[in-house]
């Protein structure tokens, strides 16, 4: 949702909201980023859970650049305090939400190649492009070699 991401983005503790595809889209597309990394990710999903320490940091040390970071829970609603606690242990502090609606207009939406298999990673530039899909898990180094080019392109 877009509060999220701006409090987010604000330095707020994160918050689990829950989100339908419009809210999301919105969220990729809201102004003041250069990059938007969106994963989703669900709690009882091992390598989902592995990637999300490279995920966090990366974040951590790119957001100054313009790095909007989103984080879409395909779990069911009634595993929102777990989706909660699972990124607060990781100290996340960024736009977390849980995804309501229709399974395959989400995954369309996000990429026709993508079949759903979690996790998987977009990267969309500062308009809501998408750049680069990652269809399974995705590590720091990976994030450095394709994200860190769109956050150095544009100096204001």
């Known amino acids: 949702m877009t509060m999220a991401v701006m409090a987010a983005e604000a330095g707020a503790p994160a918050r689990v909201d829950v989100a339908e595809l419009p809210a999301i889209i919105a969220a990729v597309k809201a102004p003041g980023a250069q990059a938007v990394l969106v994963n989703v990710w669900a709690t009882w999903c091992e390598p989902c859970r592995e990637e999300m320490p490279d995920l966090v940091r990366f974040y951590r040390d790119h957001r100054a650049q313009g790095l909007r ?11 929102r305090a777990e989706v909660a ?67 150095n392109r544009r100096k204001r």
């Not at 970071?69 to 595993?79: E, K």
């Not at 026709?112 to 969309?124: E, N, S, V």
């Open 69 to 79: 970071l989103v984080l879409i829970s395909a779990d069911d609603d009634d595993q």
């Open 85 to 151: 606690r699972v990124l607060g242990t990781l100290g996340f502090d960024g736009a977390a939400v849980l995804k309501r609606g229709n399974d395959m207009t989400f995954i369309d939406a996000l990429d026709p190649q993508w079949k759903g298999a979690l996790p998987a990673t977009f990267l969309f530039d500062g308009r809501g492009a998408k750049k680069r899909s990652w269809l399974g898990s995705v590590t720091y180094d990976d994030l450095r070699a394709r994200v860190s080019g769109l956050l």
